[in-house]
């Protein structure tokens, strides 16, 4: 069965969102928050352990310096600086897998960090030369035929090429951005096809009706939405009876 991934540690303090606990069962790889968008160190290590506990793949989640906002608002930043921004939270992160004893799996940037690098070679670069310097035996996840994958592949990192099933494509291949309307899937069962394509056919429908190629080596679900863990169960289940 495909990887199947999602976000997960994104609590901070008292704010609790998700349903971790509840997702980890329903799939087979989690990126957990490294305390810049979301999370902070108490959240990191309880988020760890139960993904320990579930013998998942784990991976870091780093994003934006951008707490109020959740590390989906657009920030200008020098390659320098995105490069020390990524290390640090590859490195803080994987002290408590050390604790464990535990490997980390991969690295997949987060909101707009994610989008920004998705189509930027200045903030895509950096963000590769960051992993591959603290271990280039680190997979990272970027979205399937992005400026992101292409300059990690040139570079020797492997690449896990995500999609997405709630979330809608453009003709280029790139995410319908959130300010969108139509960026969103709602439909369970109109995700779950979506799923089902790329991972048949490897392509995807675009909003304007066209069918797009996309490499699909992993599909990121969300654990934060009203009916996130009951998509999640029908999801697994429909892709285990395809596999069937």
């Known amino acids: 069965m495909i990887d ?48 320990i506990h579930h013998n998942l793949r784990i991976g870091a989640h780093p994003g934006f310096p951008d707490l109020q906002g959740f590390g989906r608002r657009n920030m200008v930043m020098t390659p320098n600086e995105i490069y ?9 992160f994987s002290a408590f897998l050390k604790v464990h004893d535990y490997p980390l799996h991969h690295v997949k940037p987060h909101g707009a960090l994610y989008n920004m690098a998705a189509v930027n070679e200045e903030y895509a670069a950096p963000i590769v030369r960051a992993i591959a310097d603290f271990d280039s035996s680190i997979k990272l996840y970027a979205l399937s035929g992005s400026i992101l994958a292409t300059v990690a592949e040139r570079a020797g990192l ?37 799923v089902v394509n790329l991972v048949e056919s490897g392509k995807v429908l675009s909003v304007d009706g066209k069918w797009i190629p996309l490499k699909a080596d992993t599909v990121c679900i969300h654990g934060d939405g009203e009916h996130a863990l009951m998509f999640a169960q029908k999801l697994r289940k429909q892709l285990v009876k395809k596999e069937g």
């Open 84 to 92: 020390n921004m990524v290390l640090y939270q590859i490195g803080a």
């Open 158 to 194: 492997p690449v896990f090429h995500e999609v997405f099933a709630d979330r809608t494509y453009q003709n280029d291949g790139t995410l319908t951005p959130r300010s969108c309307k139509n960026a969103l899937i709602k439909d369970d069962q109109q995700a779950i096809q979506q």
């Open 4 to 51: 199947i991934n999602c976000d997960l540690g994104e609590s901070y303090g008292v704010y609790k969102l998700g349903q971790d606990s509840f997702m980890m069962p329903e799939v087979t790889s989690v990126n957990i928050a490294c305390g810049f968008h979301a999370g902070d160190p108490q959240i990191i290590s309880e988020t760890i352990e139960m993904a």
